[in-house]
């Protein structure tokens, strides 16, 4: 299940074969006999968009049509008399083209309002006109605006069996009106209809001569559309696809083509961009439409586009506009979300899941339950212990990685994600931004908790153990000599008489770090964590070696500055063998799996490596001693008064 904006226009015929038909999409909710599929059967009916073979299914000896059976297409849903699942169907008007999706009353499957309202211009509320408002139509209001609906009408149904009263429909209204005040909300306009009969639905009724609004389909007609936010400084362009270049038939090698779905702005050759998280600028070089005469994407279409450098681009990556003055994303790494809990195990603070955002995927864990609503009064509880299936509720999520998000409110693309349980692959939950925040490394600080100082200071410790603590971090590309080197120090300090501790970059992703991948931003936070490691050793009077190819300064700066802050050593050590001697090595094989294009992100193939510009070591392991390599590290310590000779 995907949150997705909406197509507000396609391509259509007139009978000059050139008008543009408009597209709209609905979504119909509301509880178990409210007469949804009835509705949609009539809609359906009534348009002259039902195949001759699929009316005659459903009509029987006597020539009457069972309407809710044009919709209802599972064999289990025609069974039980229910709709189980989102049901689609399609029709058309001379100037629009509908797609309607017929979401399940039934608390059971409420999951699937998300589904059905997620992309929708208009939500479509079914209330029986006998009942009035129940639980169930409360909470699909409520779901319709937190997926950013922006129409919602009631079709107060079956109207003819309270005798078409005017009384009773004015009743409704009212209490919708309140309901709209209770979702903050402006309005939600009311109809009267007979779905069985076809009152107010295309045609209008005879039988309320006191209602003078739109039919149900005069309403639709009338929505306005309009595209995502269609200005450049708003282009959102999540990379869904990276297609390798290929060969000319000249030998020209072409440019990889980076495509994906406009989330909202527009794109065209020449615009300036910038390529999140890393926040790499280029230029568009060719834009492909499938439209040859277009020469300017506008969201929601699927584009191709080349840019004039080669750049480090993946799947999931988020192109954004470079121009001054962009309205940019929020690279988050913390979330505050409406989610909706699909799952029948409880969700609760503590639990680690997968946000699926777009194309990426990252982990992420839920560190806070703020609120549930409760369905019947849309009021909500503070600080609930867990939420259970078919909950709503606001929570706080910590993700492992950058995420550039915007509030679903300017953007139903990048402000909307998925929740998956990463044992069974489920979608558990469905949810919508409120706040993303930016949280730096290494420079954030809990509000809500405080640091637990020991009862021992730091030089009464070093001077009973005789030890003081530092961190050597080696950074190189990968087969560049940093484990190699880092075993041989840690064995030298140690036959020293001192405590030393090796950690490696692939020992750490086996426990410390094994929720983490190997994107970018992945990467990040595992040369995050493994810095609060080192300095925690380093504190307690052990000499720490972090093996880490580390590429980006400004990820070792980090590590730098939280030893900086608590005024602990921290020697930095380049080791710079050449790109050509650790492809030569390659133990694990990476580089050659990157020449056949089977790695991305190899780095020193397609990933940057940014050399250490003022580092406390500097050597190359080509042809080197090891035990003379580690010997100068150790004389490093040595100058610092870290040990003694």
């Known amino acids: 299940m995907t949150l997705t904006s909406p197509q507000p226009v396609i391509a259509g015929d007139d009978e000059t074969g050139t008008t543009a038909r408009q597209f709209l999409r609905i979504a119909t909710a509301g509880s178990v006999d409210d007469g949804k599929s009835t509705l ?40 039980q008399g229910i709709t189980i699942d989102v049901a689609y169907r399609f029709f058309s008007t001379p100037t629009r083209s509908y797609v309607l999706a017929d979401t399940p009353g039934h608390e059971r499957y409420t999951r699937n309002m998300f589904t059905g309202a997620s992309n929708a211009h208009v939500a479509v509320l079914l209330v029986d006109a006998r009942h009035g408002l129940l639980r169930q139509t409360r909470r699909h209001a409520r779901i319709a605006t937190l997926v950013g609906v922006p129409h919602v009408i009631a079709a107060v149904n079956k109207i003819d069996l309270v005798d078409f009263s005017e009384h009773r429909f004015d009743e409704i209204r009212a209490d919708l009106a309140e309901l709209a005040v209770q979702l903050g909300i402006g309005e ?19 039988n309320t001569p006191w209602y003078s609004g739109a039919t149900l389909l005069e309403y639709l007609e009338d929505v306005e559309l309009h595209a995502p936010a269609p200005v450049t400084e708003e282009l959102r362009l999540p990379i869904q696809w990276v297609s390798r270049p290929s060969e000319s038939s000249r030998g020209e090698s072409n440019r990889r083509t980076y495509t994906g779905r406009l989330a909202s702005g527009t794109l065209r050759v020449g615009d300036e961009i910038v390529v999140l998280p890393s926040g790499s600028r280029s230029t568009v070089t060719a834009l492909d439409t499938l439209d040859p005469t277009r020469d300017v994407a506008v969201a929601p279409l699927s584009v191709g586009i080349q840019i004039d ?281 990476l580089y050659e799996r990157a020449r056949r294009g089977e790695l991305r992100g190899l780095t020193g193939i397609d990933a940057p490596y940014e050399s250490p510009e003022n580092p406390d070591l500097r050597f190359d392991t080509t042809g080197a001693d090891i035990d003379r390599l580690a010997s100068l590290i150790l004389g490093a310590l040595m100058d610092r008064g870290i040990m003694t000779g």
Request: aromatic share 2%.
């Open 309 to 589: 450098d080669d750049i480090d681009i993946g799947r999931g990556d988020v192109i954004v506009s470079g121009a001054q003055g962009a309205h940019l994303p929020v690279l988050a790494r913390e979330i505050d979300a409406h989610v909706c809990w699909l799952s029948n195990s409880p969700l609760r603070a503590g639990d680690r899941v997968a946000l699926k955002h777009g194309p990426s995927t990252v982990r992420a864990t839920v560190q806070s339950l703020e609120r549930r609503l409760d369905p019947d009064t849309l009021i909500e509880h503070v600080a609930p212990g867990e939420l259970v299936l078919n909950d709503i509720g606001t929570v706080t999520l910590r993700t492992s990685s950058v995420v550039p998000a915007d509030p679903y409110a300017s953007n139903r693309d990048t402000g909307a994600f998925i929740l998956i349980d990463e044992a069974s692959n489920d979608t558990v939950g469905a949810g919508t931004i409120l706040e993303p925040r930016e949280v730096i490394p290494g420079k954030a600080t809990r509000n809500d908790i405080k640091w637990h100082p020991s009862s021992l200071a730091r030089a009464e410790r070093w001077a009973h153990t005789e030890q003081r603590g530092a961190t050597v971090w080696l950074t190189g590309l990968p087969a560049s000599g940093k484990s190699t080197v880092a075993v041989a120090l840690e064995r030298a300090v140690v036959s020293r008489g001192r405590v030393a501790y090796l950690l490696d970059g692939d020992n750490i992703r086996h426990g410390i770090s094994d929720d983490l991948g190997f994107s970018a931003g992945d990467r990040a936070e595992n040369i995050r964590r493994v810095g609060h490691v080192a300095r925690l050793f380093a504190d307690a009077g052990v000499i720490a070696i972090a093996s880490m190819v580390s590429p980006l300064r400004s990820d070792r700066e980090i590590a730098r500055e939280l030893h900086r802050a608590a005024d602990l050593d921290f020697i930095e050590v380049h080791v710079s063998t050449p790109v050509t001697e650790c492809e030569r090595r390659d133990p694990k094989g």
């Open 40 to 79: 949609i059967g009539r809609i359906l009916h009534d348009t002259g968009s039902l195949p001759t073979d699929h009316l005659a299914a459903v009509t029987d000896g006597d020539g009457d049509v069972d309407l809710a059976a044009l919709s209802d297409g599972l064999r289990a849903e025609r069974e």
């Open 188 to 206: 939600i306009q009311a109809i009267p209809v007979a779905a069985k009969h076809g009152d107010n639905v295309v045609h209008r009724s005879s």
